[in-house]
């Protein structure tokens, strides 16, 4: 069987010979093979042969083929149109548990949860004519999801979802943050879940005046308090630090006491492995087809992951297993000649205050900055980026050259990626080095073409890192670099940021939450700690251990390692390993 796809914003029909067309063979005997359609070409999958002349005749890089198992066809679930995105399998909610989705960007999760949840009807596989959901319904028959989908459209079950993308929902939900959870609180325990989230504080804040974190709190917050059989969460831990995000784990975890469902898409596998009891895992190829695996408790199948083989269904979906790092890397050859420093800065904003230490970064170095939302690091950075001016204190004087990506990106980039990648790089664009370090580690070759304002969270965060890794600078600044991406994403962009820093000897400051992330970036990390929206203090660079350790042990949490893959996990609160590293003092590299 196979899967024709085109992408409708490279297709330009306008702009080439449609060579895609004349040169297909099977034109000569079958006229419907490959077609001029209103969005673009539309190939007819029944007839194609899956030569790959069409694919090597476009000079958009708009068309691929792929080939799947015929088995397959049996377990279709919904496909979004001729020539699009086709989603296989679906997972089953357990009673009691929580249910997590583990996959690349692109690859169905969002589609999964959106069906479960009924929000999107599945075609199983036939978009020109879909069935009722009576016929959806009985082509389940016999299966464990048969009773899920019978009691969620016949309205004997309810559910809550809360969606991947929340600064959206100040466009579509207006008030005061109160206003909004009281309106929402239909098990009346809103007093006990703001308190757990810490959202007491934003209570008489309008909504679209909210940051990433505390949107993110509040639509958790807004989900948890609805009375429902299941709830749904993508991407819970976007934007949110890791104290954060463990405290959204367990008022998750706190739905289960009612003997409640929970469905969860999340990237951040510490977050994930804490936070739930199964694992789906979904692979393929991103925008082209997903398919759900067979559930795996928690370890396993984030084990599966990393690995990129599932040993129950004989299927790799990767080449290579993701590494992780058993111990901090060593700095090589002594210290790094100093290339900026600064002496110790003020600046205030009613009512909150930043205080950070003097320190110095050297050339070639990477310094990740750590600490909750909300007490002076995105302020940190631009102060260094010039944006704003300290009260007192100062960086040292020289002709530096900055680029900053901001953390959020709404209406900062604009064009196609290629018009934006070409004016920011120069005459870099056309060098080999560049499509090498920049273009193929990040992932940026197949979007191009398209326009930034379509981009989706994850394409538009590449973009941007891009971008900013293209300027010429002698000091990279980037806010939240893994919002929205992928595991394998978070670490192609650490890398990227890794070896340009060392390749030029430039230097960079990372904000990152991602502890897994923070840890493969960083040479040196600077803590921030104080009283979110109050009062920031941020120190001087430490190396990797003593600023691991100092920025656990202000959040309680210690970490361990897989004995098989080496990934860090969350040590369960008051186990016996938490208890053990707290009183030695190890929170993290053990």
Same mark, same amino acid.
């Given at each position: ?141 016999? #299966? ?19 969606? =991947? ?44 005046? #909210? ?17 429902? =059989? ?69 370890? /396993? ?54 205080? %950070? ?26 102060? #260094? ?9 100062? %960086? ?10 901001? =953390? ?28 090498? /370090?920049?273009? /193929? ?19 538009? =965060? ?17 806010? /939240? ?110």
């Amino acid at each position: 069987m196979r899967i024709a796809v085109i992408d409708r914003e490279k297709c330009r029909t306008d702009r080439c010979d449609t060579e895609c067309i004349r040169f297909c063979p099977m034109v000569r005997t079958r006229r419907e093979a490959i077609r001029l359609d209103p969005e673009g070409i539309y190939i007819a999958e029944s007839i194609c042969s899956g030569c790959g002349i069409c694919i090597r005749k476009c000079p958009f890089d708009a068309l691929r083929i792929v080939n799947l198992p015929d088995e397959l066809e049996s377990e279709h679930i919904h496909r979004f149109g001729p020539n699009q995105f086709t989603l296989y399998r679906l997972p089953v909610p357990r009673q009691g548990a929580v249910v997590g989705l583990l996959g690349r960007n692109g690859i169905g999760k969002s589609t999964v949860l959106r069906i479960l949840a009924g929000d999107l009807d599945p075609n199983l596989g036939n978009h020109e004519n879909p069935p009722d959901r009576e016929a959806i319904v009985e082509s389940f028959a016999g #299966l464990p999801i048969h009773d899920y989908l019978e009691g969620l459209y016949s309205g004997g079950m309810r559910v809550v979802y809360k969606p =991947q993308y929340v600064d959206r929902i100040p466009k579509l939900v207006k008030g005061t943050v109160q206003e909004v959870l009281e309106a929402r609180d239909e098990r009346g325990v809103l007093d006990e879940i703001a308190s757990d989230l810490e959202i007491d504080p934003l209570f008489d804040r309008e909504l679209d005046i #909210l940051s990433g974190g505390e949107l993110q709190r509040v639509a958790i917050g807004a989900a948890v308090c609805r009375d429902a =059989q299941v709830y749904f969460f993508d991407e819970p831990s976007s934007h949110l630090d890791i104290y954060q995000r463990v405290k959204v784990a367990r008022v998750i975890r706190g739905l289960l006491k009612e003997g409640r469902n929970v469905v969860a898409a999340e990237h951040d596998l510490a977050v994930l492995d804490y936070l739930s009891d199964d694992v789906f895992v979904i692979y393929g190829d991103p925008d082209v087809y997903g398919i759900v695996s067979n559930v795996h408790g928690v370890r /396993e199948g984030i084990n599966i992951y990393i690995r990129g083989y599932i040993p129950d269904e004989n299927v790799r979906f990767r080449e290579a297993p993701i590494v992780f790092h058993v111990k901090p890397p060593t700095p090589s050859g002594g210290k790094a000649r100093p290339l900026l420093g600064w002496t110790e800065i003020k600046k205030s904003y009613d009512p909150f205050r930043l205080v %950070v230490e003097a320190g110095e970064i050297g050339i070639g170095e990477v310094i990740g900055v750590l600490g909750m939302n909300g007490i002076g690091k995105t302020t940190f950075m631009r102060l #260094l980026a010039g944006v704003e001016e300290p009260e007192s204190g100062s %960086v040292t004087e020289g002709d530096f050259k900055v680029s900053y990506k901001p =953390q959020y990106l709404t209406g900062t980039i604009e064009g196609s990626v290629e018009e934006v990648l070409r004016r920011v790089a120069g005459e870099k664009y056309l060098e080999s080095w560049f499509s090498a /370090e920049v273009v /193929e580690p990040l992932h940026v070759k197949s979007l191009l073409d398209r326009d930034v304002s379509i981009l989706s969270g994850g394409e538009l =965060q590449r973009v941007a890192i891009a971008e900013c890794l293209s300027r010429e600078a002698d000091i990279y600044l980037i806010d /939240e670099p893994s919002a929205y991406l992928d595991v394998e994403e978070r670490l192609a962009v650490a890398r990227a940021i890794r070896r340009i820093t060392k390749m030029n000897g430039v230097t960079a400051f990372v904000v990152e939450h991602d502890i897994v992330a923070q840890d493969f970036i960083a040479d040196r990390l600077m803590v921030f700690s104080g009283e979110a929206g109050l009062e920031g203090r941020g120190g001087t660079p430490l190396s990797l251990k003593d600023g691991m350790n100092v920025f656990l042990k202000e959040m309680e949490i210690t970490f361990r390692r897989d004995q098989d893959t080496k990934r860090p996990r969350v040590n369960k609160e008051g186990s016996r390993l938490d208890r053990e590293q707290k009183r030695t003092g190890r929170y993290y590299y053990v």
